[in-house]
Antibody
Framework: QVQLVQSGAEVKKPGASVKVSCKAS????????LHWVRQAPGQGLEWMGR????????KYAQKFQGRVTMTRDTSISTAYMELNRLRSDDTVVYFC??????????WGQGTLVTVSS | QSALTQPASVSGSPGQSITVSCTGT?????????VSWYQQHPHKAPKLMIY???KRPSGVSNRFSGSKSGNTASLTISGLQAEDEADYYC??????????FGGGTKLTVL
């Protein structure tokens, strides 16, 4: 069955960077986009961007342009999301989600990133 | 890209039906029949409930249905059950290869 397993919680200082991983299994990794979605405590979902594991091509939401980088390692079926210049309002849960056509059919368990001095 | 507009909360009694609306613009909901709906229980990952406006993934109850009119999509849950109590989010493909979510709706089963 399709599984997306994310890396564990992180605590970072303001201005630092964080890199979250998402390991896929149960399907052909290069056959589906991988999206990143985040959720602040008690708030809604926010789409951050996506990567094509096949080509490595990316598309980012305008809000995160210049601060986010999405990459992948096809040899280990893993995608990564790195966010730079962290601020306190980046204290959220980050989810990866498999994109099947225009929707998200499988999700990772989420990774809490806490930004605190 | 602005978030899609959803009511903050809806409620209903067991057995009743409720509808959650999701209003966008002609650049997202109105342009494509590509709205999806997600159910999220507390501290859990979202779960796909409806895709491409009205299609249900395998395993999702037929009590869940979706529709669209103009710039507004809707999720209807019939025969409400206690386990339906959760947050519900709509999401639409927007132009230029981006996606936008709604702000979420908290469903309370009375």
């Amino acid at each position: 069955q399709v599984q997306l397993v994310q890396s564990g919680a992180e605590v970072k200082k303001p201005g630092a960077s964080v890199k979250v991983s998402c390991k896929a299994s149960g399907y052909t990794f290069t056959g589906y986009y991988l999206h990143w979605v985040r959720q602040a405590p008690g708030q809604g979902l926010e789409w951050m961007g996506r990567i094509s594991p096949n080509s490595g091509g990316t598309k980012y939401a305008q809000k995160f342009q210049g601060r986010v980088t999405m990459t992948r390692d096809t040899s280990i079926s893993t995608a990564y999301m790195e966010l730079n210049r962290l601020r306190s309002d980046d204290t959220v849960v980050y989810f990866c989600a498999r994109g099947d056509s225009y929707y998200f059919d499988s999700w990772g368990q989420g990774t809490l990133v806490t930004v605190s001095s | 890209q602005s978030a899609l507009t959803q009511p903050a909360s809806v409620s209903g009694s067991p057995g009743q039906s409720i509808t959650v609306s999701c209003t966008g613009t002609s650049s997202d909901v109105g342009s494509y029949n590509l709205v999806s709906w997600y159910q999220q229980h507390p501290h859990k990952a979202p779960k796909l409930m409806i895709y491409e406006g009205s299609k249900r993934p395998s395993g999702v109850s037929n009590r869940f249905s979706g529709s669209k009119s103009g710039n507004t999509a809707s999720l209807t849950i019939s025969g409400l059950q206690a386990e339906d109590e959760a947050d519900y989010y709509c999401c639409s493909y927007a132009n230029t290869d981006t996606w936008v979510f709604g702000g979420g709706t908290k469903l309370t089963v009375l």
